[in-house]
């Protein structure tokens, strides 16, 4: 039994060594930025998205909505 419980372990930590990657210890962020094609969004376009939402909530209200 215990010989195939460690069978067992040994299967799943191969499947997740193949999964899972290890964090690099140290990244830029110039590095990350160009690894995930980052593009940040303009001011103007993210202010126009907003006014697009036409919120009609305070923010107390919409506070109190995340915790129903």
Same mark, same amino acid.
């Given at each position: /039994?215990?010989?195939?419980?460690n069978e067992?372990?040994?299967? !799943?930590?191969?499947?997740?060594? $193949?999964?899972?990657? %290890?964090? !690099?210890?140290?990244?830029?962020?110039?590095? /990350? #930025?160009? $690894?995930?094609?980052?593009? %940040?969004? $303009?001011?103007?376009?993210?202010?126009q998205k907003?006014?697009?939402?036409?919120?009609?909530?305070?923010? $107390?209200?919409? #506070?109190? /909505?995340?915790?129903?």
């Amino acid at each position: /039994m215990t010989k195939k419980i460690n069978e067992d372990l040994r299967a !799943r930590q191969q499947e997740l060594g $193949e999964i899972i990657k %290890p964090i !690099r210890k140290n990244i830029s962020i110039e590095e /990350m #930025i160009k $690894e995930q094609n980052y593009k %940040p969004l $303009e001011r103007t376009d993210f202010f126009q998205k907003v006014d697009d939402l036409a919120i009609q909530e305070s923010t $107390e209200e919409l #506070i109190s /909505m995340l915790s129903k």
